[in-house]
């Protein structure tokens, strides 16, 4: 079965900083997608970011950009210029490819960003 | 367009009582989806469906039962609530089977069981 790992709870980055979450995942596909979701206060689950496990290139949304390294199944996301409204809980998730659309989750890190 | 929409969005039941979670989409998406979000557990599959009249389980089906009678809608159903229930439920949905499609989550519901 696949598992999604996220190593740390609890993050916290100055203003304007960069900071970068980890995520690691076990899955012995080779076809797979992998996903980093936002959940603010507010509850709500935005996607912050996609990869498919068949490029190479690493995903880029602004100032989000992830570290996708395959053979370590590792998934990291990078978050430049930090801003006060990136403070929230940041879900990795892992799609297989035959899975028709389920997601699994990792436990979560509560990232904070502080003046 | 609205989404996907959840409701209610807080409730609170008594042990043993049966409810259900609405969840509708008006985005014609085939694939609908239940989770639970525990605290420190993350988001965890309960049932999902592929289409009208399609469903099948996730990782923690005991308890919840679901029906797709149309692609629109997609209840949860709890049929004697328990305190280990107790948790917030996403209903989410996506155009397409498949793994390139992007999920579209409602806003959650707050379920209390006492």
């Known amino acids: 079965a696949q598992t999604v790992t996220q190593s740390q709870p609890e993050m916290s980055v100055q203003e304007a900083e960069t900071v970068t979450l980890s995520c690691t995942y076990d899955?012995?596909?080779?076809?797979?997608?992998l996903f980093w979701y936002k959940q603010p206060p507010s509850r709500q689950m935005i996607l912050v970011i996609r990869?498919?496990?068949?490029?190479?290139q690493n995903a880029t949304e602004n100032r989000f950009s992830v570290n996708f390294q395959k053979a370590a199944k590792s998934f990291s996301l990078k978050i430049s210029d930090s801003q006060l409204g990136d403070t929230a809980m940041y879900f990795c998730a892992f799609m297989g490819g035959g899975s028709q659309g389920n997601l699994i989750f990792g436990k979560g890190t509560k990232l904070s960003v502080k003046p | 367009n609205a989404g996907v929409t959840q409701t209610p969005e807080f409730q609170v039941l008594k042990t043993g009582q049966s409810m259900t979670l609405q969840c509708a989409q008006d985005?014609?998406?085939?694939?609908m989806s239940w989770y639970r979000q525990d605290p420190g557990m993350g988001l965890r599959l309960i049932h999902y469906?592929?289409?009208?009249?399609?469903?099948d389980q996730g990782e923690v089906p005991n308890g919840y039962n679901v029906s797709r009678s149309t692609t629109e809608d997609f209840p949860l159903r709890l049929l004697s609530a328990a305190p280990s229930q107790t948790s917030v439920y996403f209903c989410?949905?996506?155009?397409?089977?498949?793994?390139?499609?992007?999920?579209?989550f409602g806003d959650g519901t707050r379920l209390s069981i006492l």
């Open positions: 989410a949905s996506s155009r397409a089977t498949g793994s390139n499609q992007p999920q579209h």
């Open positions: 990869q498919e496990a068949y490029k190479q």
């Open positions: 469906s592929v289409g009208a009249g399609i469903t």
């Open positions: 899955t012995s596909e080779n076809n797979y997608y």
């Open positions: 985005m014609n998406h085939e694939y």
